[in-house]
Nanobody, 114 residues
Framework: QVQLVESGGGSVQAGGSLRLSCTAS????????MSWYRQAPGSQRELVAI???????DYAGSVKGRFTISRDVTKNTLYLQMNSLKPEDTGVYYC????????WGQGTQVTVSS
């Protein structure tokens, strides 16, 4: 089992920045891919950013150039640096890890006001 705990959400004005963290615990060896998803009210959960083996990264088009995904393996922590935030970035942000199956955190709320 893998446990994921997100933190760092909050309320900011448009143009501001936030850094989300996701700390993994449990049986974490063998996790290859970790990612951030978000879900806005009334919408489906969508992939925001992904980091794989060799620190390969990819981003949704809507956040490319503004968000950066990274991880610190010594701290078992995944990060999402979010800059130039827009109201449409509002939603609950979830951490995801793939190890034989998909594991999810509980989510952290991000609210961006105009």
């Amino acid at each position: 089992q893998v446990q994921l705990v997100e933190s760092g959400g909050g309320s900011v004005q448009a143009g501001g920045s936030l850094r989300l963290s996701c700390t993994a615990s449990g049986s974490i060896s063998g996790i290859d891919v970790m990612s951030w998803y978000r879900q806005a009210p009334g919408s489906q959960r969508e992939l925001v950013a992904i980091i794989g083996s060799g620190d390969y990264t990819d981003y949704a088009g809507s956040v490319k150039g503004r968000f950066t995904i990274s991880r610190d393996v010594t701290k078992n922590t995944l990060y999402l640096q979010m800059n130039s935030l827009k109201p449409e970035d509002t939603g609950v942000y979830y951490c995801n890890a793939i190890k034989m199956r998909s594991f999810w955190g509980q989510g952290t709320q991000v609210t961006v006001s105009s």
